[in-house]
């Protein structure tokens, strides 16, 4: 190419460039979305300088790539899942030196140039090619790459390569305009996904792992396309599992993956990888046997919590090179809110198996506490009690005998023993009331109640509004709470009335019983902190209890005001196994 060859039409042409920058300055105006602004600049380009093929670039010069962003041709398909690195074909090579490149298979080429084929495809013989860069305010942002193939193709002309930097230069605005839309349409799309996934994850504490993921794959399809989906977790320490998969992979949730796997080469090195198309490289590792299917592009991130890389998530898409540099950072932004999610969702879960474990051995303690109290009774009523009831039978027979030469003393042993066995028998209740066994929580407690009104003199009242017997665990919880408030009572508290009342909260999952007297009342505070250093062991055994068992003592009290007691445990506490 030189600059004496003769320039065609060059009046009607310098029209042309006028309207058709016209026409790109109109659409940029308009304010249309960058493949808009980008195929009308195609269009115009066409009119000026024919082609048979058109690619258009933009240039990342942080990652020295250049990624189509809009094509023209025959092959389109493929040349925009091409990534090219500057330096590598014309593309390349303009975006590196801020020059136009032109190919015209002549002498005048640059013999250091080699075009770039289309994957797939071999050098095309009748084949010229010119790449001019757009220049912006930071150096190359873009490049305009022009092909004319085929056997009848005419090579470039220095017309018209000088035509098409013209054009350049002036449809950078439109491209620069047309790309900062493009930025702020995905930042809104991104934001809106990010919402979406909080809104979803953040609507309750239960939310589990599977609808998180289900949630933050909704909303990523908006702004990522993927063919495939999946998240894998290490759970436990040193293995993989998968928690997620979309359809069309043939693999299992809940199957752990190699440890030589795609995955666990994420979780160790605590960052993710885009791959063009794993069927012919993949340098990290099997992908669950994708490798063997219909899926070529991999971009994966990882999931960070607490300063650990414990999962990662990853993205196939069937179309090779389909994911660059920008996609693996904005799926990194969007596995930031992901594993904020997931791990409380974890961690919630952890907490719920605690409690759930806590439980069960809560119950497993209170029935072999329980039992033991079964077997003291028991054994107050068939030795001690007995022994006292034939001790009592032979004074009474020795009585019978002859006249008493100590009668003081016999009457005075008897009521001993009358009196031991009356303790005896308390004792044996207190331990475990048979009632509580054969009949529940309320007849037990009013016999309690039944207890103070005739030993202490006291009124009573019972009001219950429970619809049937309690799980065992919690039955024997309450009663024990309660029972030691009705004991409290009656040591301390000199009242004339006490009250009891029994209720349930459905909504909340509690049953609840409310100790309240006319006692001269205590103060709280001061009793607590005896209660905590152990000084007041019955109310300290009653808060650690209530406490183990998930629930809650409240007490309402003041010196000369009387008390009110209140406790609240789950309905459920759990079955010993």
Same mark, same amino acid.
């Given at each position: 190419?030189?600059?004496?060859?003769?320039?065609?039409?060059? %009046?009607?042409?310098?029209?042309?460039?006028?309207?058709?920058?016209?026409?790109?300055?109109?659409?940029?105006?308009?304010?249309?979305?960058?493949?808009?602004?980008?195929?009308?600049?195609?269009?115009?380009?066409?009119?000026?300088?024919?082609?048979?093929?058109?690619?258009?670039?933009?240039?990342?010069?942080?990652?020295?790539?250049?990624?189509?962003?809009?094509?023209?041709?025959?092959?389109?398909?493929?040349?925009?899942?091409?990534?090219?690195?500057?330096?590598?074909?014309?593309?390349?090579?303009?975006?590196?030196?801020?020059?136009?490149?032109?190919?015209? #298979?002549?002498?005048?080429?640059?013999?250091?140039?080699?075009?770039?084929?289309?994957?797939?495809?071999?050098?095309?013989?009748?084949?010229?090619?010119?790449?001019?860069?757009?220049?912006?305010?930071?150096?190359?942002?873009?490049?305009?790459?022009?092909?004319?193939?085929?056997?009848?193709?005419?090579?470039?002309?220095?017309?018209?390569?000088?035509?098409?930097?013209?054009?350049? !230069?002036?449809?950078?605005?439109?491209?620069?305009?047309?790309?900062?839309?493009?930025?702020?349409?995905?930042?809104?799309?991104?934001?809106?996904?990010?919402?979406?996934?909080?809104?979803?994850?953040?609507?309750?504490?239960?939310?589990?792992?599977?609808?998180?993921?289900?949630?933050?794959?909704?909303?990523?399809?908006?702004?990522?396309?993927?063919?495939?989906?999946?998240?894998?977790?290490?759970?436990?320490?040193?293995?993989?599992?998968?928690?997620?998969?979309?359809?069309?992979?043939?693999?299992?949730?809940?199957?752990?993956?190699?440890?030589?796997?795609?995955?666990?080469?994420?979780?160790?090195?605590?960052?993710?990888?885009?791959?063009?198309?794993?069927?012919?490289?993949?340098?990290?590792?099997?992908?669950?046997?994708?490798?063997?299917?219909?899926?070529?592009?991999?971009?994966?991130?990882?999931?960070?919590?607490?300063?650990?890389?414990?999962?990662?998530?990853?993205?196939?898409?069937?179309?090779?090179?389909?994911?660059?540099?920008?996609?693996?950072?904005?799926?990194?932004?969007? %596995?930031?809110?992901?594993?904020?999610?997931?791990?409380?969702?974890?961690?919630?879960?952890?907490?719920?198996?605690?409690?759930?474990?806590?439980?069960?051995?809560?119950?497993?303690?209170?029935?072999? #506490?329980?039992?033991?109290?079964?077997?003291?009774?028991?054994?107050?009523?068939?030795?001690?009690?007995?022994?006292? !009831?034939?001790?009592?039978?032979?004074?009474?027979?020795?009585?019978?005998?002859?006249?008493?030469?100590?009668?003081?003393?016999?009457?005075?042993?008897?009521?001993?023993?009358?009196?031991?066995?009356?303790?005896?028998?308390?004792?044996?209740?207190?331990?475990?009331?048979?009632?509580?066994?054969?009949?529940?929580?309320?007849?037990?407690?009013?016999? #309690?109640?039944?207890?103070?009104?005739?030993?202490?003199?006291?009124?009573?009242?019972?009001?219950?509004?429970?619809?049937?017997?309690?799980?065992?665990? !919690?039955?024997? $919880?309450?009663?024990?709470?309660?029972?030691?408030?009705?004991?409290?009572?009656?040591?301390?508290?000199?009242?004339?009335?006490?009250?009891?009342?029994?209720?349930?909260?459905?909504?909340?999952?509690?049953?609840?019983?409310?100790?309240?007297?006319?006692?001269?009342?205590?103060?709280?505070?001061?009793?607590?902190?005896?209660? $905590?250093?152990?000084?007041?062991? %019955?109310?300290?055994?009653?808060?650690?209890?209530?406490?183990?068992?998930? %629930?809650?003592?409240?007490?309402?009290?003041?010196?000369?005001?009387?008390?009110?007691?209140?406790?609240?445990?789950?309905?459920?506490?759990?079955?010993?196994?």
């Amino acid at each position: 190419m030189t600059s004496t060859e003769p320039v065609v039409g060059a %009046g009607s042409r310098s029209e042309d460039l006028k309207e058709a920058l016209f026409e790109v300055a109109t659409a940029l105006n308009r304010g249309v979305s960058r493949q808009q602004v980008l195929g009308q600049i195609a269009v115009q380009l066409r009119r000026l300088v024919p082609h048979t093929e058109l690619l258009i670039g933009r240039a990342d010069s942080g990652a020295r790539m250049v990624v189509p962003v809009f094509a023209q041709g025959e092959h389109a398909d493929e040349k925009l899942a091409m990534r090219l690195p500057y330096g590598t074909g014309l593309t390349g090579r303009a975006a590196e030196t801020g020059e136009a490149v032109v190919y015209n #298979q002549s002498d005048s080429d640059d013999p250091t140039l080699e075009p770039a084929s289309v994957p797939g495809d071999g050098p095309v013989t009748d084949e010229y090619v010119m790449a001019v860069p757009l220049h912006g305010p930071d150096g190359v942002e873009g490049i305009i790459t022009l092909y004319r193939q085929g056997p009848d193709q005419a090579r470039w002309r220095s017309d018209e390569l000088r035509v098409v930097k013209l054009f350049a !230069a002036q449809a950078q605005v439109a491209f620069h305009n047309a790309e900062l839309y493009a930025a702020a349409e995905e930042r809104a799309k991104r934001l809106a996904a990010m919402n979406e996934v909080l809104r979803s994850t953040s609507a309750s504490l239960d939310a589990d792992v599977e609808s998180i993921c289900a949630s933050w794959e909704r909303a990523l399809r908006d702004l990522i396309p993927f063919t495939i989906s999946g998240i894998a977790l290490e759970r436990p320490p040193g293995q993989c599992l998968a928690v997620w998969l979309s359809d069309g992979i043939e693999f299992s949730v809940g199957q752990p993956l190699p440890p030589d796997s795609a995955p666990m080469w994420v979780i160790r090195h605590g960052h993710g990888y885009v791959l063009e198309d794993i069927r012919k490289h993949s340098p990290y590792g099997p992908h669950a046997g994708l490798e063997d299917g219909s899926i070529a592009a991999v971009v994966t991130a990882p999931l960070k919590a607490r300063g650990n890389t414990y999962g990662v998530i990853g993205l196939g898409h069937q179309e090779p090179g389909r994911y660059d540099q920008r996609t693996q950072e904005l799926l990194e932004e969007v %596995g930031v809110y992901l594993s904020a999610a997931i791990d409380n969702a974890l961690l919630y879960k952890e907490v719920l198996d605690r409690k759930a474990n806590q439980s069960r051995l809560l119950a497993k303690l209170i029935s072999a #506490q329980e039992e033991e109290r079964k077997a003291l009774a028991s054994e107050l009523h068939d030795d001690t009690i007995q022994v006292l !009831a034939a001790a009592l039978l032979r004074l009474d027979r020795l009585a019978t005998i002859g006249p008493e030469r100590h009668p003081e003393v016999v009457a005075k042993l008897r009521r001993t023993l009358v009196s031991a066995m009356d303790r005896a028998r308390k004792t044996m209740v207190n331990l475990r009331p048979p009632v509580l066994d054969a009949e529940g929580l309320v007849p037990a407690l009013r016999q #309690q109640l039944d207890a103070l009104a005739q030993d202490d003199e006291m009124t009573v009242e019972l009001v219950c509004e429970l619809d049937g017997r309690l799980e065992p665990t !919690a039955e024997t $919880v309450l009663f024990r709470s309660l029972q030691e408030a009705l004991q409290n009572v009656r040591k301390h508290a000199r009242a004339s009335h006490v009250g009891l009342e029994l209720r349930t909260r459905p909504v909340q999952g509690q049953v609840v019983g409310v100790v309240t007297d006319d006692g001269v009342g205590f103060d709280v505070l001061g009793v607590l902190r005896q209660a $905590v250093h152990g000084g007041h062991l %019955g109310l300290h055994s009653m808060l650690e209890r209530v406490e183990m068992a998930g %629930g809650r003592v409240n007490i309402d009290a003041s010196p000369g005001s009387g008390t009110r007691l209140t406790v609240s445990i789950p309905s459920t506490i759990g079955a010993p196994e």
